[in-house]
């Protein structure tokens, strides 16, 4: 069962909920608008439930900080970020009008090896700066990318959402933690050392995670699945990503040396960098 309506609410005196736009088990996801520069924006709250929680709170902290630092037009960007009376947080973020990439690829199954190659540019442009800032996403998926419809004149525009469970390498202790016997993440796309420990896992553990999101889009699937979480797991761990050709015959072979490079089991054979990834796709884009 969903919230009770919230339409017409004001947020901190400040922002008008005009209409949901989404809601998952922890919080939803409103269409707003700031009341004094009559802008709409996406205001993003915890409930009150999940908002107790440290843990939860400490994640919602991460991705407005996540953001805030990295500075690039291909990361969502937060606006505003505080606690209502009732104790829910809110975050403030710009207003996105597009799709995720997970919608299009319910709707269209695959994407030309030139579109993969195009979108996938925009999100290691996004996660090269935030690498620079020292910063790991690990929970790169296709519910996290959104393509907008346009910006600044520019068709297709790429943005990385959700850094809740990021990894700040160079700020000390904050979001480097998880807790024993605990994965966070979405194991389709951890890379094998996430799975083993997530606390130490490097850039190449988000370009594994590209690796498989660029999989998905030109077979339709993704590499390997499971009857169980467990399973799913363990195949992650041990088990190679298979030759996306075997599901798409005519895929071209460079490509897919590409897509098994960025997906191998041992980081040290991946790319090194989100820039190097980016240069190899690069011919494919059409860019």
């Given at each position: 069962m969903g919230s009770p309506s919230r339409e017409g609410e004001v947020i901190d005196g400040k922002y008008r909920i005009l209409h949901k736009l989404g809601e998952g088990g922890m919080g939803a996801v409103y269409a707003g608008e700031h009341l004094r520069l009559k802008r709409t924006v996406a205001i993003k709250m915890l409930h009150g439930a999940a908002s107790a929680q440290?843990?939860?709170?400490?994640?919602?902290?991460?991705?407005?900080?996540?953001?805030?630092q990295i500075g690039s037009d291909h990361i969502v960007e937060v606006y505003d970020i505080?606690?209502?009376?009732?104790?829910?947080?809110?975050?403030?973020?710009?207003?996105?009008?597009?799709?995720s990439l997970r919608t299009r690829l319910k709707r269209e199954r695959r994407l030309s090896v030139g579109r993969a190659a195009a979108l996938t540019m925009q999100v290691l442009t996004g996660l090269g700066a935030a690498h620079v800032a020292g910063i790991i996403h690990r929970d790169l998926k296709p519910d996290n990318v959104f393509i907008l419809k346009e910006k600044a004149g520019r068709a297709q525009f790429v943005k990385i959402?959700?850094?809740?469970?990021s990894k700040f390498t160079q700020l000390g202790e904050s979001g480097s933690t998880t807790r024993t016997g605990t994965v966070m993440g979405s194991p389709n796309y951890m890379s094998p050392e996430h799975v083993q420990a997530a606390n130490r896992v490097d850039a190449r553990s988000d370009l594994y995670s590209i690796g498989i999101m660029v999989f998905e889009m030109v077979t339709g699937t993704i590499p390997?699945?499971?009857?169980?979480?467990?399973?799913?797991?363990?195949?992650?761990?041990?088990?190679?990503?298979?030759?996306p050709r075997t599901l798409v015959p005519d895929l071209d072979p460079a490509f897919a040396a590409l897509i098994l490079r960025a997906c191998?089991?041992?980081?040290?054979?991946?790319?090194?960098s989100a820039a190097e990834f980016a240069a190899a796709l690069a011919p494919f884009s059409g860019i």
């Open positions: 440290q843990d939860m709170a400490e994640r919602f902290e991460r991705e407005a900080q996540a953001a805030g505080g606690q209502t009376p009732a104790g829910e947080r809110f975050m403030v973020l710009e207003y996105l009008d597009g799709e959402l959700d850094f809740g469970i390997r699945k499971g009857s169980t979480f467990a399973e799913l797991l363990f195949t992650v761990v041990y088990e190679p990503v298979p030759d191998s089991q041992k980081p040290e054979e991946r790319f090194a």
